[in-house]
């Protein structure tokens, strides 16, 4: 409903069944079938050993400190897994080649992904320093609207939170 405003031309997401669900729910909620492209590259961030454990269970085995560090850091990965940082160079060369493409086409896009994907495209598109991004939150089913000039600037920024009902 959030996004009824907008008449995507094309949509990105991962291959990840959540953020597939998610999508079709979006087109089917704004009534549009367009073209969607599922890539990897869009996919949530790896985190190895931690994968499966919730926070409780990864500070009793790890202790909390290091899995703040492994989750919160931006070039520190936690044992098998992937960092932010691992998660944005996969993630920005396919922003750049695809969506970015699309957009200087003058297609509206609309990208539905993960967290940590998500993230690494808000750095590239706010052009943000690792140490500014890893203080970004990113919130769950929170639509972020960007426009942009042609040189890739942001021109207009909006997050669109749902009203309260009163």
Partial sequence: ?????????????SM???????????LETIGLLIPVIKDQALNERHY??????????????W??????LWRRSYDIP??????????AERTIPFLERAIMGDIKDGRD?????????????VM???KLSPDEIIKVEIPTGTPIVYELDENENIVKKEIRHLEEEK
Avoid: C, M, W
Wanted: charged letters at 30%; aromatic letters at 4%; a neutral charge.
């Fill in 63 to 68: 202790g909390k400190e290091i899995v703040h």
């Fill in 48 to 61: 190895g050993a931690l994968q499966g454990l919730n926070k409780d269970r990864a500070r009793e085995k």
């Fill in 16 to 26: 990840l069944t959540r953020a597939q669900e998610t999508l079709r729910i979006i």
């Fill in 109 to 121: 896009v609309l990208v539905v992904a993960h967290g940590n994907s998500l993230r690494s495209i």
């Fill in 124 to 126: 590239y598109l706010e």
């Fill in 1 to 13: 409903e959030l996004l009824k405003d907008i008449r995507f031309d094309v949509a990105y997401t």
């Fill in 78 to 87: 936690p044992p098998e897994g992937e960092s932010l940082k691992d998660t």
